[in-house]
């Protein structure tokens, strides 16, 4: 397939007019001028990587936020919300977890991330089969200290060349300090480390953090939700590779379009510096390989095609109209569907959720819906926002 007429993002400033060959999920060709058919014209259209989502954990992305803080740690929220016998916690864990796992998923397309670091097991079968997402599979992770007795164990099984994420420094009280000792104690604390939230520490720690080549992953929605307060400064200005999760609809605020929102309130940030935060940066954290986060020849085909208002990349992250994950198109516009060939077409169902353009995704959403309004009653919510199965 080859993509033309559009503007193609290069980096958070720069774009060209080019045409993108689209060959076995990869970006085969970028060219001015490239032969070849068939071709999906996209005029009036900026092409995105697809954005990356470093922090999610998406089988509770139908659950609503529980547990508003502010908390001291995340142990005391987590002691909060661990109600499985009641409501509402009883009825969603009623949604079979594959079903929750790919609303998890649907959650992150529709914002035009095509890449997420799920903080949980990702050997579901459910994963390896037309799942809306690329889920990082190279990578080892920990809950955290207070949750993961086996934590040094998990480190020491993650290969140097794979992430090791661990949920750290989630406090607003003196625990979080002490568990960055306890983490170097161990030598946990590596170039591999990724460290999500780390609301906790200070401009020090924070330069022990960079000194040992790791890096850090920030919720802030979620942080100002659970613990009133997120990092700041002393993060921004340490050298310390950051890149942005949502978390899940549990504590954080929506999806990663809403999270870049809320990152851009609440730390003053550039735009540039928040859109490296959700491509290269993110990348080069989490060790991707193939090219995700950025549009190069050879790269994996993932792409957020969004409408072209004139602006710079890092100005244009919105709702996409359509949606390449390794080169197969997992959610398009109504207007644009009509440019794909009718066998593709019928992969689609409708799904809108409030506040967004009605869209088609490569899901069963109809089932999806059936299995969640069974536990759930009439009306679902994916991340605070209510769905609809139609446009
Ligand atoms: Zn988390």
Request: hydrophobic fraction near 45%; include cysteine; charge should be positive.
């Amino acid at each position: 397939m080859i993509l033309s007429g559009a503007r193609v993002a290069l980096g958070p400033g720069e774009t060209a007019p080019l045409e993108i060959e689209i060959r076995g999920g990869r970006i085969r060709r970028l060219g001015r001028r490239l032969e070849g058919r068939p071709r999906l014209r996209l005029e009036g259209c900026l092409i995105l990587p697809g954005l990356i989502n470093a922090h999610d954990h998406l089988e509770f992305n139908l659950f609503p936020r529980l547990g508003r803080g502010p908390h001291p740690n995340a142990g005391a929220w987590a002691r909060v919300v661990h109600r499985p016998a009641e409501s509402p916690v009883r009825e969603h864990l009623r949604v079979p977890q594959s079903t929750r796992l790919v609303w998890g998923g649907l959650k992150n397309l529709l914002s035009g991330a095509t890449t997420v670091c799920h903080h949980n097991p990702t050997g579901a079968a459910v994963f390896r089969r037309r799942f809306p997402v690329r889920v990082v599979r190279r990578m080892g992770w920990a809950h955290s200290l207070e949750f993961s007795p086996d934590l040094a164990a998990r480190f020491r099984h993650t290969p140097a060349d794979q992430p090791f994420v661990v949920h750290l420094g989630e406090a607003v009280d003196g625990s979080g300090k002490r568990e960055l000792r306890v983490l170097q104690g161990m030598g946990a604390l590596a170039r591999r480390t990724v460290l999500v939230h780390a609301v906790a520490l200070d401009a020090a720690e924070f330069d022990r953090v960079r000194q040992a080549g790791a890096a850090v992953v920030w919720c802030p929605s979620s942080n100002l939700f659970t613990l009133g307060r997120t990092a700041g400064p002393e993060l921004f200005q340490s050298g310390v590779p950051v890149a942005l999760g949502t978390d899940s609809a549990l504590t954080g605020a929506g999806d990663l379009l809403d999270e870049l929102r809320v990152a851009r309130r609440a730390s003053g940030l550039s735009r540039e510096d928040l859109y490296r935060m959700v491509t290269i940066e993110a990348a080069r954290i989490l060790r991707l390989r193939h090219g995700e986060g950025a549009i190069t020849e050879g790269g994996v085909a993932d792409l957020a095609v969004v409408r072209d208002a004139g602006r710079a990349p890092a100005a244009s992250v919105r709702p996409p109209e359509l949606v390449l994950v390794g080169g197969r198109v997992k959610l398009v516009s109504e207007a644009l569907a009509g440019g794909l060939p009718g066998a593709l077409r019928r992969r689609f169902e409708p799904l809108q959720v409030a506040g967004r353009p009605g869209v088609l995704v490569d899901a069963d959403v109809s089932g999806l819906v059936r299995r969640a309004v069974r536990a759930l009653g009439p009306e679902i919510r994916l991340a605070g926002k209510r769905v609809r199965a139609c446009m």
